[in-house]
């Protein structure tokens, strides 16, 4: 559960926030009430710390110490129970705080630390339950058009409102073993203390999708940039434009997809920079694809594997010179009789005529999709 997520669940005992605001994306797993430093050796990361500061009193440089021992171990955040041993925090301590984005709240001395513990806990073991819901919600939502508006009470819950703006970042983890997936996870996570935006990570269809919302544009627009910055040093990623409205959010996620394939290092510049292929990247069914590609071109490769030739290499650099033996002899440096004669060896492995135009055109459409889509 994010911080800003558990505030909002502890508003009844009247918690403020003293400083720390660009930290609020941090994540809580857990809590301590702690009077010391001798609590950080006990912090596994992760964990908000509620204290009296009883062994503190107004002391900044102890509560500047106690807090950097908590952080340095990873604390989600700092709650201080103030009216007796703490009756205002020091203005250094929130200065401090500020600069390592970290959030510090106030708690009245009124408020018992062991209701707000409790209460702590019950919303850590409902935001489970509430993921699991919105993970559902989410998956809906981004794979199929107009379906979100039943889920809405539940976006808005999360903070994804209607006149917000998103965008989306989405990495392919479908060769990613799990180990670099969990890094890959972490690392975005490490990265939410620099973003003010709110964030959403799911899994769809052996990819990991990043969603994001803020109210302002440019600062979406630059943190949606962070994250696939993340992503892109792990796996290959894209990213949306950044858009109003969540009822579009499955149009931001196909517009990350497309712009995820065309970064990716195996797809030719050709097809990088051509609009008129985007349409391609909207076919789903990927065992579709690959039997269409086997079909079509698959005695070519088959044959290239086997004997170690290079008909397929042959036959793209032939539909790329406009099927112009001349243009491909003198681009592969090799006898133009040696193209013709390749030509012939594919047309009958393929058992095609290649200057017939439909044909032609299956066999390129082919190729195409197993840029996009290799095994």
């Keep these: 559960m994010y911080v800003w997520k558990l505030l909002k669940k502890l508003k009844e005992f009247n918690i403020t926030l003293a400083a720390g605001e660009g930290g609020l994306n941090r994540t809580v797993r857990w809590y301590h009430i702690a009077e010391d430093t001798s609590i950080a050796d006990f912090i596994i990361g992760n964990e908000i710390i509620f204290t009296t500061g009883i062994e503190l009193g107004e002391n900044q440089d102890k509560i500047i110490e106690f807090i950097d021992a908590l952080y340095s171990h990873g604390t989600s955040g700092i709650i201080i129970n103030c009216g007796k041993y703490i009756k205002k925090i020091p203005e250094q301590v929130i200065k401090y705080c500020d600069e390592i984005r970290l959030p510090l709240f106030e708690?009245?001395?009124?408020?018992?630390?062991?209701?707000?513990?409790?209460?702590?806990?019950?919303?850590?073991?409902?935001?489970?339950?509430?993921?699991?819901?919105?993970?559902?919600?989410?998956?809906?939502?981004?794979?199929?058009?107009?379906?979100?508006?039943?889920?809405?009470?539940?976006?808005?819950?999360?903070?994804?409102?209607?006149?917000?703006?998103?965008?989306?970042?989405?990495?392919?983890?479908?060769?990613?073993?799990?180990?670099?997936?969990?890094?890959?996870?972490?690392?975005?996570?490490?990265?939410?203390?620099?973003?003010?935006?709110?964030?959403?990570?799911?899994?769809?269809?052996?990819?990991?999708?990043?969603?994001?919302?803020?109210?302002?544009?440019?600062?979406?627009?630059?943190?949606?940039?962070?994250?696939?910055?993340?992503?892109?040093?792990?796996?290959?990623?894209?990213?949306?434009?950044?858009?109003?409205?969540?009822?579009?959010?499955?149009?931001?996620?196909?517009?990350?997809?497309?712009?995820?394939?065309?970064?990716?290092?195996?797809?030719?510049?050709?097809?990088?920079?051509?609009?008129?292929?985007?349409?391609?990247?909207?076919?789903?069914?990927?065992?579709?694809?690959?039997?269409?590609?086997?079909?079509?071109?698959?005695?070519?490769?088959?044959?290239?594997?086997?004997?170690?030739?290079?008909?397929?290499?042959?036959?793209?650099c032939y539909f790329e010179n406009d099927a112009s033996v001349s243009k491909a002899a003198q681009e592969m440096n090799i006898h133009r009789n040696t193209i013709n004669y390749k030509i012939k060896k594919i047309e009958s492995l393929l058992n095609c005529d290649l200057s017939s135009f439909e044909e032609r055109f299956s066999i390129m459409l082919a190729m195409k999709l197993r840029e996009l889509y290799p095994k």
């Design 107 to 316: 708690i009245p001395w009124t408020e018992k630390l062991v209701n707000v513990g409790r209460a702590v806990s019950a919303a850590l073991l409902e935001d489970e339950r509430f993921r699991t819901n919105m993970q559902n919600a989410m998956s809906i939502a981004l794979l199929v058009p107009n379906q979100s508006k039943a889920n809405r009470a539940l976006f808005n819950e999360y903070g994804f409102k209607e006149n917000k703006f998103y965008g989306i970042v989405v990495g392919d983890i479908t060769n990613v073993n799990k180990n670099n997936a969990s890094e890959l996870v972490n690392k975005i996570r490490d990265n939410l203390v620099n973003i003010t935006s709110c964030v959403f990570i799911t899994h769809i269809e052996k990819k990991l999708v990043v969603i994001m919302a803020n109210l302002n544009k440019e600062i979406l627009d630059r943190e949606v940039d962070i994250i696939l910055n993340v992503a892109g040093k792990i796996t290959s990623s894209g990213r949306s434009e950044v858009k109003t409205g969540i009822r579009n959010i499955s149009k931001y996620y196909k517009q990350a997809e497309a712009d995820m394939v065309s970064r990716r290092s195996d797809v030719s510049d050709a097809l990088k920079i051509n609009e008129q292929y985007k349409i391609l990247l909207e076919i789903k069914d990927k065992d579709k694809i690959e039997e269409y590609c086997d079909n079509v071109i698959g005695a070519v490769l088959k044959w290239d594997n086997k004997n170690n030739a290079n008909y397929y290499e042959t036959l793209k």
